[in-house]
C-alpha cells in the first residue's frame, strides 16, 4: 500500500530565507507525485508534479522538487520566501489509478 | 471558467439530519472525487466517479452517498449527519490520460458542522 510521511507539521521562517518541506512516501511501483498549496479558506491547487524524466521539477511561484528514488523522497524547496507563501502545502502520490494519497500537510509560517 | 464549484460554502446541521453537498465541473474531466480534510490528516477519499454512470468507495465511505448525475455533476449525500462528519468538504475533477491520472483540479471546499 502507498503512503506520504511529511516529516515537519508547521515550518516557520523568515521572509527571503530559504525553505524546505519535506515529504517521503512509499511504494512498491512507479510513482507520480505532487505538491499542492492550500491557502486559507480556499482549496488545493498544483505546485508541481514529477511524472517521468528530470528528477528536479520546477513548479509556480519559483518553488522545485526533487525525486529521489533510492531515498524514496520528493522536498519541496524555494531560495527565498516572501510573506504570500504562508499556507499549507501537501504532498500526494499517485500509482496511475484513481486513488491519490496525501500526505497530513505543513504549515509554512513566514515572519516578516 | 468557472473551474471546480461547490455548493454551499458553509453549513451546519442537527445530528440526523441531511443534506446533499452539490459540485459541478467545466473542464470537461471524466472523473471526479469527494474528500474530507480534517486537522492533520491530510485529505481522504470518500467516494470517486471514475467516468459518468461510475462511482466506487474510497478510503472513508460511511455515513455517505453518491450520485453522477451527468459528467459535469457530483454530488455527495448524507443521509443522516454525526458529529463525526464535522469537517471541510473538497470536491475535485481529473482528466485520465493514458490510464494516468496525473493532475485533480480542487473546489472551494464547504465547511461542514454537525451539532
Known amino acids: 500500500a502507498q503512503s506520504v510521511t511529511q516529516l515537519d507539521s508547521q515550518v516557520p521562517v523568515f521572509e527571503e530565507a530559504p525553505v524546505e518541506l519535506r515529504c517521503n512516501y512509499s511504494?512498491?511501483?512507479?510513482?507520480?507525485l505532487f505538491w499542492y498549496v492550500q491557502y486559507p479558506n480556499q482549496g488545493l491547487q498544483l505546485l508541481l508534479k514529477?511524472?517521468?524524466?528530470?528528477?528536479l521539477v520546477k513548479g509556480i511561484n519559483g518553488f522545485e522538487a526533487e525525486f529521489n528514488k533510492s531515498q524514496t523522497s520528493f522536498h519541496l524547496r524555494k531560495p527565498s520566501v516572501h510573506i504570500s507563501d504562508t499556507a499549507e502545502y501537501f504532498c500526494a502520490v499517485n500509482t496511475g489509478g484513481f486513488k491519490t494519497i496525501f500526505g497530513a500537510g505543513t504549515r509554512l509560517f513566514v515572519k516578516a | 471558467n468557472a473551474g471546480v464549484t461547490q455548493t454551499p460554502k458553509f453549513q451546519v446541521l442537527k445530528t440526523g439530519q441531511s443534506m446533499t453537498l452539490q459540485c459541478a465541473q467545466d473542464m470537461n474531466h471524466n472523473s471526479m472525487y469527494w474528500y474530507r480534510q480534517d486537522p492533520g490528516m491530510g485529505l481522504r477519499l470518500i467516494y470517486y466517479s471514475a467516468s459518468e454512470g461510475t462511482t466506487d468507495k474510497g478510503e472513508v465511505p460511511n455515513g455517505y452517498n453518491v450520485s453522477r448525475l451527468n459528467k459535469r455533476e457530483f454530488s455527495l449525500r448524507l443521509e443522516s449527519a454525526a458529529p463525526s462528519q464535522t469537517s471541510v468538504y473538497f470536491c475535485a475533477s481529473s482528466s485520465i490520460i493514458a490510464g494516468a491520472n496525473y493532475e485533480q483540479y480542487f473546489g472551494p471546499g464547504t465547511r461542514l458542522t454537525v451539532t
Open positions: 511504494s512498491s511501483v512507479s510513482v507520480y
Open positions: 514529477y511524472l517521468s524524466g528530470s528528477t
